[in-house]
């Protein structure tokens, strides 16, 4: 059997790794890898939309981003996705200002930096709320958005950020025992 030649393989590559036109909606996208997500998408041509607790650092953001000479556009929305509730209210603004969304990067995340015998369980409610619960619950509530932009040829995509920190023990954090237990060297 011969193989099929690239040419004849699927969609042209000028397309295939092309954002241009497409809604992208990244979570945590006013600072860090999230600024850095939102900004290579509206570079590429996307219509971002950046969600991020601090009001004025997210509109902050998006202003440079698109100061930055993008092709696309980037459009700031405060958004507190540590609890269901703030969940679907994003859910609720995209549904409200999009007709459909391409691509969704759950980036938001946070941390509560604090030895575990005083670890609140305040803290620990908002770390899982952030970053297990939110990424679920924001995928859930715009499936509708995700589903009228996917096509068989080009489904709509979400990725999912997570931190080193979930792999390995940030030193300094931990009993001077349990980081040698666990290698730390710091």
Avoid: Y
């Amino acid at each position: 059997m011969e193989p099929t030649p690239l040419s004849q393989s699927g969609p042209d590559d000028a397309d295939l790794f092309s954002v241009h036109g497409r809604t992208a909606v990244v979570t945590g996208g006013s600072r860090g890898i999230g600024a850095m997500i939102a900004r290579g998408l509206a570079r590429d041509g996307a219509q971002v939309v950046i969600a991020s607790r601090k009001a004025d650092q997210c509109r902050a953001a998006a202003e440079a981003i698109n100061a930055s000479g993008v092709r696309g556009h980037c459009t700031a929305t405060p958004a507190d996705l540590s609890s269901p509730e703030g969940c679907q209210r994003l859910a609720a603004w995209l549904a409200e200002h999009h007709h459909s969304v391409d691509i969704l990067v759950n980036n938001a995340g946070t941390t509560w930096g604090a030895p575990l015998e005083a670890f609140p369980t305040a803290g620990w409610t908002k770390v899982l709320g952030t970053n297990l619960i939110a990424p679920f619950d924001l995928t859930v509530g715009i499936l509708p958005l995700l589903r009228r932009a996917g096509r068989a040829d080009r489904p709509a995509r979400v990725i999912n950020i997570g931190s080193v920190d979930g792999i390995n023990a940030p030193c300094g954090r931990t009993t001077p025992t349990a980081s040698a237990r666990q290698g730390c060297t710091c």
